[in-house]
T-cell receptor
Framework: DAKTTQPPSMDCAEGRAANLPCNHS???????VYWYRQIHSQGPQYIIH???NNETNEMASLIITEDRKSSTLILPHATLRDTAVYYC????????????????FGKGTKLSVKP | NAGVTQTPKFRILKIGQSMTLQCTQD?????MYWYRQDPGMGLKLIYY???????DKGEVPNGYNVSRSTTEDFPLRLELAAPSQTSVYFC??????????????FGPGTRLTVT
């Protein structure tokens, strides 16, 4: 699975867009990009994932560059409740009989949303 | 939907005692997982299940056992608790074919201390 690189920390003003970058320059053609976050003392929370195209859901947007070597998670209007550690994970599709679903979290980006 | 629920929220065990951590999901997901997270560290997969009656070991299965008699429930059994099992335990679930298998939904966690 491709390795990811994220900045250790970022600040964002409340109400502004938070743009969290992730570098995955060794990504393979069948590997998805997933984003999770973990608010202090809570379970990880799935945010969004994508393969090639940009994706948007009610929580965030995911922008993947054309060469797929990097991506950006966008929280359009950050709130104080978005303060968390954000993880970018790159994985090939889980194959039955293999090590199903082993989410490997790196160190992530600690996002602090400030009033 | 309640999503993934876990009980208990907190537990203190003495060395050598046993206990069962309960996990239930109401999303009709076929995949379920148990992870542990030590302080300041990432998740480690203990066991997973691809459906009722089917379980398999993850990265750190020693000292634990699981069973999956129904789609909804995936209990984790600790036999002969040891201080090294002090951790936060997260249960998660996902649905085959969605998002490459890594769109997982987590419970709130069980905080276990073994003394």
């Amino acid at each position: 699975d491709a390795k990811t690189t994220q900045p250790p920390s970022m600040d964002c003003a409340e109400g502004r867009a938070a743009n969290l970058p992730c570098n995955h320059s060794t990504i393979s053609g069948n590997e998805y990009v997933y984003w999770y976050r973990q608010i202090h003392s809570q379970g990880p929370q799935y945010i969004i994932h994508g393969l090639k195209n940009n994706e948007t859901n009610e929580m965030a947007s995911l922008i993947i560059t054309e060469d797929r070597k990097s991506s950006t998670l966008i929280l359009p209007h950050a709130t104080l409740r978005d303060t968390a550690v954000y993880y970018c994970i790159v994985r090939a599709p889980a194959i039955y009989g293999g090590s199903q679903g082993n989410l490997i979290f790196g160190k992530g980006t600690k996002l602090s949303v400030k009033p | 939907n309640a999503g993934v629920t876990q009980t208990p929220k907190f537990r203190i065990l003495k060395i050598g005692q046993s206990m069962t951590l309960q996990c239930t999901q109401d999303m009709n997901h076929n995949y379920m997982y148990w992870y542990r997270q030590d302080p300041g560290m990432g998740l480690k997969l203990i066991y997973y299940s691809v459906g009722a009656g089917i379980t398999d070991k993850g990265e750190v299965p020693n000292g634990y056992n699981v069973s999956r008699s129904t789609t909804e429930d995936f209990p984790l059994r600790l036999e002969l608790a040891a201080p090294s099992q002090t951790s936060v335990y997260f249960c998660a679930s996902s649905l085959t074919g969605t998002g490459g298998g890594y769109e997982q939904y987590f419970g709130p966690g069980t905080r276990l201390t073994v003394t």
